[in-house]
């Protein structure tokens, strides 16, 4: 008789195929794919990235967070049937047959050095650091490349019109993967230039935080010093009593 | 067998739970079930997997002999060396710095950073990672950072809140550390332009979080470490500090007391090399792709203890080694996303865990063990979960509540990155609710350290996810990226004081090793274990089974 499962063990069991990779025996649907001209039949339901697993191999480059954060993963592929060369996340993307790919493990893409601080908050700083964004010709190459479906070329524009809240706010959801800049034909690196963007915006486009420099002195003029004091020498059972008096603040 | 059919990105049957969600979303609206109380949650704590049967073991060698621990983790403490002294060169170092960090995230890289502030030249200063320089749980890290600064909120607040959260375990000097520290790194961050969401009036948009007593949550859209981390890094590489990238660290060298280098592996050509450094911050980050219990992660490729293993086999001492978290809400379903975080910060804008009656179980902001084992119990005591088509049980996250009490809209502007997961797999989360399970999260425990971050081995400090203390048995959402940067700024500043203070390069030795050895082989253990491991295995079994090593 089989011995029967407990909690742990049932949780365990059903997320095996996650865990400790796929075992054929699972898998009821199957699609092939092109990994750099090789085929390989692979489980349907796979991503680009755990297809490249389940066929044998063992990444060291090309993939990172594996939940669509880091864009370590890039990878450009086509379709059976379809001109169109897509680029995507392997770890966000499902296979699909006929499906002919290779991964982008690096971009080579100098960056500007700089001192944000040294820094003035006008356009020029674009045109300083990075010249290369006046040779924009607004083909939208890039926009249609983002993994994030970032409007690229638009944040761009509003870099070249010195507009930083507008190229902060679309480039915001950035995770630096490089398809753009590897697309442009004007060979600009949008990642980088945002993130100058982004920086100039956060240090003088936004509001001084008020309370947090009231904070700040109150630590260094030592107001809380006595109440540190006090909490770090209690007794669990002290600790406990003020833990569960404790009022929540209204939401 | 017929293909399923999906209507908005679930299975056909699952829509009639869908509706009953749907139906009960405006019942549910003004009613949120009652936090636990201390009975209730040790009730509850029942069904977590720290608590439930099984799983662990305790320790049989070295300092923390007799601690207990997660077995995966036991195992690698207790495993040989991936290499002996006698193949490894250490007669001249390929790198010679006063300060090695190890582990690029936001920890590591904070740490560059502050040393490079207090003094310690770019040159001498080495950041060196396993993968890319950044790949990490840092930049995955969605919810917030935790920083007590508004007048209805104090230093006094947030610190009772960490330490009822960490079931009193934490140790006090940490955690002092961390909550006086906090609004520092926030206005470091303002300075460096880390984009926070902000309220109209230019206040920090701050939210609740489990746990919370104050609302105290900062927050980058639902991208907080992503911005807080490439910002830093726009930094680093400002300030041209060298680092190496895809060579993690496989031995720590000592003089036979403290800690002078490490071995590092080039993993793409085999080859090794030799560092030589006068202080050692290890920031390698935690355990979540051991997969503990075997439960899915959230964490990133790269987090398989690796830190933790070298700096025991160095003599560091562990503490809180028998807990791990498990974020309540990960994905369940669809398959390829099981396991990803769905950030607390949902459940702060009002999404309730709703069961498969359409019931809301448990109140969304309990402490995150609490949480987490309040749905299992709703999936696998009462029965009164779905079960997706690959055979995992999951309870509602009733996303369109946010959208109901918020606004139409509010999901895609704050939560963009949920968004786009769900949308990749057709599925609109403003109109659906998502399928949750927990999933294994966080190393909650760690190294030992003073307040300094600076271990019982002297030349070896720690920070961020490996270092234990801070969050004691628990950890709250919001404080992490906060120790990161707390911690990671602290060793810093610690280690630059250590290095002006004249102290020389010790010998380079692997001593430890044979010792290490001698105490396995003692203690009776059988096993072929080789740590660390530095990456997980998924290949395809079927692949695998028919791999020949022939060059």
């Given amino acids: 008789m089989k011995k029967e499962l407990n909690i742990m063990e049932r949780i365990a069991e059903a997320s095996k195929a996650i865990t400790t990779g796929v075992d054929k025996k699972d898998v009821e649907h199957w699609v092939e794919v092109h990994i750099m001209g090789k085929a390989y039949k692979v489980p349907a339901d796979l991503t680009i990235l755990t297809a490249i697993e389940y066929a044998g191999y063992r990444f060291v480059r ?37 499906m002919e790919l290779v991964q982008i493990p690096f971009t080579p893409a100098p960056r500007a050095f700089y001192d944000i601080l040294k820094e003035d908050y006008v356009v020029n700083v674009f045109f300083k650091f990075y010249p290369e964004v006046a040779r924009c010709v607004s083909c939208n190459t890039c926009t249609k490349a983002c993994p994030q479906d970032l409007e690229v070329m638009d944040y761009i524009q509003a870099a070249i019109r010195g507009d930083f809240e507008s190229m902060a706010d679309k480039s915001f959801d950035c995770i630096q993967c490089g398809m753009c800049a590897i697309r442009c034909p004007a060979e600009i690196i949008q990642y980088h230039v945002a993130q100058l963007g982004r920086r100039m915006y956060g240090h003088y486009g936004e509001f001084e935080p008020e309370h947090l420099k009231k904070r700040i002195e109150e630590i260094n003029e030592g107001k809380f010093e006595k109440d540190l004091d006090e909490l770090t020498s209690l007794s669990r059972k002290e600790l406990e009593k003020l833990y569960a008096e404790r009022i929540r603040e209204k939401e | 067998m017929a293909e399923i059919k999906y209507i908005g990105g679930y299975p056909e049957h699952f829509r009639k739970y869908i509706d009953i969600v749907s139906r009960t979303r405006m019942k549910r609206k003004d009613y949120t079930p ?96 396993k993968l890319r320089h950044g790949d990490a749980n840092s930049i995955m890290a969605e919810g917030g950072t935790q920083v007590a600064d508004r007048k209805e909120d104090s230093l006094r607040a947030h610190y009772l809140d960490i ?99 490490a071995v590092l592996y080039n993993l793409e050509t085999g080859e090794y090399s030799i560092v030589e450094a006068k202080t050692t911050i290890m920031a390698t980050g935690g355990f979540g792709r051991l997969h503990i219990r075997g439960f899915p992660t959230t964490n990133h490729y790269g987090a398989t203890a690796d830190g933790i293993i070298l700096s025991y086999r160095v003599g560091a001492k562990l503490r809180d080694t028998d807990t791990v978290q498990y974020h309540p809400t990960g994905a369940a379903y669809p398959v390829q996303i099981v396991g990803y975080l769905l950030t607390e910060k949902l459940r702060s804008a009002g999404a309730q865990p709703v069961n498969k009656d359409g019931e809301a179980f448990v109140y969304p902001l309990e402490p995150r063990d609490v949480e987490a084992s309040a749905i299992i119990r709703e999936c696998y005591v009462e029965n009164k979960s779905i079960t997706t088509p690959t055979g995992l049980r999951g309870v509602w996250l009733d996303t369109p509540m946010i959208e109901v009490k918020n606004g139409e809209g509010y999901i895609k502007k704050n939560f963009p990155g949920m968004n786009r997961l769900y949308e990749r797999n057709n599925i609109d989360m403003a109109k659906d609710p998502v399928l949750i399970f927990p999933t294994l999260h966080y190393q909650n425990g760690g190294v030992e350290t003073d307040p300094w971050g600076h271990t019982n081995i002297d030349g070896l400090w720690v ?54 050895i001698k105490m396995i082989k003692e203690a009776g253990i059988k096993t072929n274990r080789k740590a660390p491991i530095l990456l997980p295995e998924y290949r395809g079994k079927a692949a695998l089974a028919r791999m020949i090593d022939i060059f």
Avoid at chain 2, 243 to 248: L, N
Wanted: aromatic share 6%; charged share 25%; proline share 3%.
């Fill in chain 2, 163 to 261: 330490m009822g959260g960490g079931h009193f375990a934490n140790k006090p000097d940490v955690v002092r550390a961390l909550v006086s520290d906090a609004p520092l790194i926030m206005e470091w961050l303002h300075e460096l332009g880390v984009i926070f969401d902000r309220e109209e009036n230019g206040d920090f948009a701050e939210k609740f979080a489990g746990g919370l007593s104050r609302k105290r949550l900062h927050y980058c859209r639902d991208y907080t470490g992503l911005e807080e981390f490439r910002v830093i890094r726009d930094d680093f590489r400002n300030r041209q500090i060298s680092y190496i990238e895809h060579s993690p660290v496989i031995e720590l060298l000592t003089d036979g007391e403290k800690v002078t280098g």
């Fill in chain 1, 62 to 98: 090309s993939c990172g967070c594996r939940q669509g954060h880091c864009g370590a993963c890039a990878t450009i592929y086509r379709i059976k049937g379809d001109y169109k060369l897509q680029c995507n996340l392997a770890c966000q993307t499902r296979v699909e047959d006929g």
């Fill in chain 2, 34 to 129: 009652p936090a636990m109380n201390k009975e209730e949650q040790q009730e509850a704590l029942k069904n977590h997997p720290d608590y439930a049967p099984g799983g662990k073991r305790k320790i049989s060698i070295g300092q923390n002999k007799g601690d207990i621990a997660p077995i995966e983790v036991a195992d690698l403490l207790e495993a040989y060396p991936v290499i002996t002294p006698d193949e490894i060169d250490l007669k001249k170092a390929d790198y010679s710095v006063d300060l090695m960090v190890i582990g690029g995230g936001l920890a590591g890289t904070t740490a560059c950073i502050w040393a490079n502030k207090k003094g310690i030249d770019k040159n001498k200063i080495l950041l060196v990672n």
């Fill in chain 2, 463 to 516: 920070a961020g996810e490996i270092m234990g203390g801070v969050h004691g048995k628990n950890r709250l959402m919001g404080n992490s990226t906060l120790d990161t940067m707390v911690f990671g700024r602290r060793t810093g500043i610690s280690t630059a004081e250590y290095i002006k203070s004249g102290k020389k390069q010790g010998k380079l030795t692997l001593e430890h090793l044979p010792k290490y």
